[in-house]
């Protein structure tokens, strides 16, 4: 077993900063808008809080995001673990892929890698050097089909 710990940063793609600014604007201008129309600062503080929240969350998505193999394991990290799957159990990796929707989508780009094993859900990270991640996971479990699109 290894006892090394990889950590491989994530990459930060324009089209997801896009998107979650565009997120942001949204929730930030119902909060304007609900303030002038209801005329009530108790409300506009508690939209304004929410935008806050929703900043903070989307800021630490892009910055905070780890994807680490750790022993044998691929581990996906913000706080705390969100995903980790034994690399010995991945049967294929889609290269070049996004995956839109689910509930294990930790990219922050397009064009990233889907990664489907044998007994968890797909998860999708955009690792910022894929061949290296490419390359460790393939060291671990030499069996993994990569599929390029």
């Not at 935008?51 to 910055?63: D, E, G, P, R």
């Not at 780890?66 to 049967?91: A, G, Q, S």
């Not at 509930?103 to 998860?123: C, E, M, P, R, Y």
């Amino acid at each position: 077993m290894n006892t090394e710990i990889l950590v491989f940063k994530t990459r930060i793609g324009k089209s997801f900063v896009a998107l979650y600014l565009l997120i942001f604007l949204i929730i930030l201008s119902m909060s304007i808008v609900t303030y002038y129309s209801a005329n009530d600062s108790s409300m506009f503080s508690f939209m304004a809080g929410i935008s806050t929240v929703a900043l903070i969350f989307m800021s630490s998505t892009f910055f905070l995001l780890k994807i680490k193999i750790e022993d044998d394991f691929l581990c996906v990290d913000l706080f705390y673990p969100i995903y980790k799957v034994d690399i010995r159990t991945i049967t294929t990796i889609q290269m070049g892929k996004t995956m839109w929707f689910g509930f294990h989508k930790h990219g922050t780009a397009t064009k990233g890698l889907i990664i489907s094993s044998q007994f968890k859900n797909d998860v999708y990270i955009t690792p910022q050097n894929e061949q290296e991640f490419l390359q460790k996971l393939l060291n671990i479990n030499p069996n993994i089909n990569i599929k390029k699109d």
